[in-house]
């Protein structure tokens, strides 16, 4: 799937449209750009690492596209500053993980969360008109191919686990479920403002960028919208795949317990 889907632009072939003084005010306002970048680039690194030690030729090069894009998504954002003047702080070097399949297991389950929520705000970003509709559709390709790595990863994740030696998998389950504990807590101790004297790049982007938006919807309808949005982008795909659930249970849960009004 993630092969037989791929789009094979290029950054540097993006016409960026004009945009009013306001749109740009607004789109500089935004404190989520240097986060973006960095976490691109993180991704970038880490996937990549985890490729090298894979032995099977289809699953490396399905792991090596997979980094590939997401260093084309930092190279989108970066030339989307460049075009509209939006400075960023200087990237410092990424050293390669010690720990390639953790590293790549954090990825993974960092992007099943954030990309759920980003479905939702790009949307609302849509509808409200926050971003011009020409640079909503520039971007339409980026939240697709980021929609196509958590549905490989999902898949991933439970080949991996059935074709390693028993003894193997309950050590698998406890790392991967404490992770997901570490990136839960860390999006809630956001979602608080507890992470104020993290840097920057740090801070979660989808609830920094939510703020700015402006969001007016309900933290009930906003889970309605990710949760229509996510069942939308995945319909596309191959019904014989695994879809990510973890997130939209946990989602349907909270919204089942945050009052109606």
Known sequence: MLLETHHPYDPADIAWPELTQDDLRRLASLPI????????????????????????PLLRQALELDASEEAR?????????????????????????????????????????????????FEVARRSGFFPAKLVETF????????????????WVVWYRRNMPWWRRPLFAIKTLRLSLHLVRERVAMAKGMGARRRPRDVNFTMTGAR??????????????????NERRMAGYDPRLLRPTTVPRLARLVQRLLPAA
């Open 33 to 56: 750009w240097d986060t973006a970048v960095h976490k691109e680039s993180c991704a970038t690194v880490r996937v990549q690492a985890f490729a090298q030690r894979v032995t099977d």
């Open 73 to 121: 998504h930092e190279a989108v954002l970066t030339r989307l500053a460049q075009a509209y003047r939006i400075p960023l702080s200087p990237e410092a070097a990424i050293a390669a993980p010690k720990d390639p399949e953790r590293a790549w297991l954090l990825t993974g389950l960092a992007e099943c969360i954030d990309v759920f929520f980003a479905f939702g705000l």
């Open 140 to 155: 339409e390709p980026v939240i697709q191919e980021e929609c196509r790595h958590i549905l490989f990863f999902a898949n």
């Open 212 to 229: 700015s938006v402006g969001i007016k919807l309900k933290p009930r309808e906003l889970i309605g919208l990710c949760l229509a949005e």
